[in-house]
């Protein structure tokens, strides 16, 4: 199976990490479903598509989550603009693309309040929050010890919950 990444100039082809990122997926969507629940935050899978009017991005992040009613592009009802949380979960070929050209990106959707990236070969989680003043700030989780705090919905994750059945878990 070839996994490939659509930039906007290229595809970056996935390489090794594809099963490591689906359990990081399934683990953080479902922690994410059960914590959100009944709440008018709720988590979206990579079906769903954001559009960034301010630079003409159309993307698919891991893992979208949209507070209050899906605000829909006017060019496309099947697409979002408004993500309150955007999460990558990291591959080797696509890291540096999610940490800088993509994130450059995300930074000009005026919901956008988190940033979440989860490594797909070590145990470390990066959160970059806008902060009062409108900066972006980040925050790292490096041990499975930890838990993952997502402020813009109040919400904690334990940090081996999401690691939980790949080969970085003791």
Not at 69 to 80: F, K, L, M, R, V
Not at 83 to 105: M, Q, V, W
Request: with cysteine; charged share 25%.
């Amino acid at each position: 199976m070839s996994l490939h990444l659509l930039t906007r100039k290229r595809f970056i082809p996935y390489r090794n990490t594809w099963k490591w990122r689906e359990r990081l997926w399934k683990n953080m969507m479902g922690q994410l479903y059960m914590g959100l629940r009944g709440q008018t935050c709720q988590p979206y899978g990579s079906d769903m598509r954001i559009h960034i009017p301010e630079n003409t991005l159309f993307t698919y992040p891991d893992i979208s989550i949209i507070c209050g009613d899906i605000i829909h592009s006017p060019e496309d009802a099947d697409t979002a603009i408004a993500p309150t949380i955007l999460i990558e979960i990291l591959s080797r070929s696509a890291k540096d693309y999610d940490r800088g050209g993509k994130f450059k990106l995300y930074r000009d959707i005026p919901a956008l309040k988190e940033y979440i990236l989860i490594d797909s070969e070590s145990i470390n989680i990066e959160v970059f929050r806008v902060n009062a003043s409108g900066h972006w700030e980040l925050e790292e989780y490096k041990t499975q010890n930890e838990t993952l705090l997502i402020k813009a919905v109040d919400t904690a994750i334990a940090i081996h919950e999401i690691y939980e059945g790949t080969k970085l878990t003791v």
